[in-house]
């Protein structure tokens, strides 16, 4: 069915990879990341340094996100343009139909964040309240480098899983571990996150495995970037909820959890929810099937 699929024809251009550049590959990148973390701490000071404390640390997180995760997004660039000798079209980044393939993924994301959280709000597993932003003449700034930073992270995680792991275990192996093998990698990195558990590994499996699907559906990298970037955008910075166990320092609203459940998911954010699982598990059901229609 998906022999003729525009991303998996893609994965056959340029050289094979080898055994040890897929293994190596995680480890580099999360390298990269652990040096960005400390280059951009030691820019950051310099660049942030007159700030009050709050604005500083506001700054300082999305800074560090920003960089940590752009220069190992460009780790994986190189390494699939030098080293396997792709070029940008290969990789999964065409142009044809790019900015309808974001926003329709970052749709998909919004959809699915706000169902979740309405019906837990309809449970009584949580409550909302708008908080009063006044940043000054940060504002602007503030918004700024965290749109920066989340397109950034989003886009840096999906070419390297949806990207290079997905490209070259498809290349050496078959499309199938192409599709399952990157999503366990997904959900392994997420291991020493707060509140993991079960139930939020195994969501964060089929978030991989849904963000594959969009990526063989739309033939490119497009909308799962921006389905990761409005994933954590809205949970993050819109409804002030724990993403993966990460909570931010701003946000448009408060959300107060009311108890730890299989609902609301807990310390863990609502990727540790039950509700998280019933909707990723609908949502790759329908692109399956969308999927499907447009391969016959």
């Known amino acids: 069915m998906l022999e003729n699929n525009r991303m998996v024809q893609a994965s056959y251009e340029g050289n094979k990879p080898s055994l040890a550049s897929i293994i190596m590959m995680p480890f580099l990148f999360t390298l990269t ?15 942030f340094n007159n700030l009050e404390e709050s604005l500083f640390r506001i700054y300082m997180q999305y800074f560090q996100y920003a960089v940590s995760f752009a220069l190992a997004g460009a780790i994986v660039v190189l390494f699939m343009c030098k080293v396997q000798g792709k070029n940008w079209r290969s990789i999964g980044l065409f142009k044809e139909k790019a900015v ?38 940060h504002l602007f700034g503030i918004i700024l480098i965290i749109l920066i930073a989340w397109i950034i992270q989003g886009a840096a995680e999906e070419l390297f899983l949806r990207g290079f792991m997905f490209q070259a275990i498809t290349a050496r192996y078959d499309v199938y571990k192409g599709i399952i093998i990157p999503a366990i990698v997904f959900a392994l990195l997420h291991l020493g996150n707060n509140g993991i558990n079960a139930i939020s590994l195994i969501n964060i499996l089929l978030c991989g495995l849904a963000l594959m699907l969009i990526v063989l559906k739309d033939g490119n990298l497009w909308g799962a970037f921006g389905f990761h970037t409005a994933w954590n955008l809205l ?17 448009l609203f408060k959300t107060v959890i009311q108890a730890d459940t299989i609902w609301s998911g807990g310390a863990f954010g609502l990727e540790g929810s039950l509700l998280t699982t019933l909707f990723f598990i609908l949502a790759s059901l329908v692109l399956v099937r969308q999927l499907s229609k447009h391969n016959r």
């Open 33 to 47: 990341l652990s040096i960005g973390n400390v280059l951009s701490e030691l820019i950051g000071s310099l660049l």
């Open 100 to 137: 309808v393939s974001y926003f329709k993924g970052a749709g998909i994301a919004f959809l699915g964040i706000v169902a979740i959280i309405s019906f837990l709000q309809f449970k009584g597993e949580l409550t909302i309240s708008p908080i009063q932003i006044n940043r000054g003449v």
């Open 235 to 251: 949970q993050g910075n819109v409804f002030g909820i724990s993403i993966s166990g990460n909570m931010m320092d701003v946000s």
